[in-house]
Nanobody, 121 residues
Framework: QVQLVESGGGLVQPGGSLRLSCAAS????????MTWYRQTPGKQRELVAS???????NYANSAKGRFTISRDNAKKTMYLQMNSLKPEDTAVYLC???????????????WGQGIQVTISS
């Protein structure tokens, strides 16, 4: 099995910064794409940013210029540096990873439990 654990969330004032981490552990042969999503009550889950195993990144328009996604393949960890935070960034942030557990087998999709980010004065 594979576990994804998010950390780094919390309460920050508008204009502040947070750095989220998502650490993968367990039976992992390789990790393909890793993605940050966010969700607020009554809204669809929204893709925030994604990063391929080779480092190619993709951002939601709302995140461009403010957020930076990165990963450390050796540590099996993904990060999201969030700057210039706004109240509308308030959400539960979830990480997703596409993981191959055994060489030659198919990739499986895994989710973390999510972490709360609240932007408020």
């Amino acid at each position: 099995q594979v576990q994804l654990v998010e950390s780094g969330g919390g309460l920050v004032q508008p204009g502040g910064s947070l750095r989220l981490s998502c650490a993968a552990s367990g039976n992992i042969f390789s990790i393909s794409s890793m993605t940050w999503y966010r969700q607020t009550p009554g809204k669809q889950r929204e893709l925030v940013a994604s990063i391929s195993s080779g480092g190619t990144t993709n951002y939601a328009n709302s995140a461009k210029g403010r957020f930076t996604i990165s990963r450390d393949n050796a540590k099996k960890t993904m990060y999201l540096q969030m700057n210039s935070l706004k109240p509308e960034d308030t959400a539960v942030y979830l990480c997703n990873a596409v993981v191959r557990e055994v060489m030659g087998t198919s990739f499986n999709n895994y989710w973390g439990q999510g972490i709360q980010v609240t932007i408020s004065s």
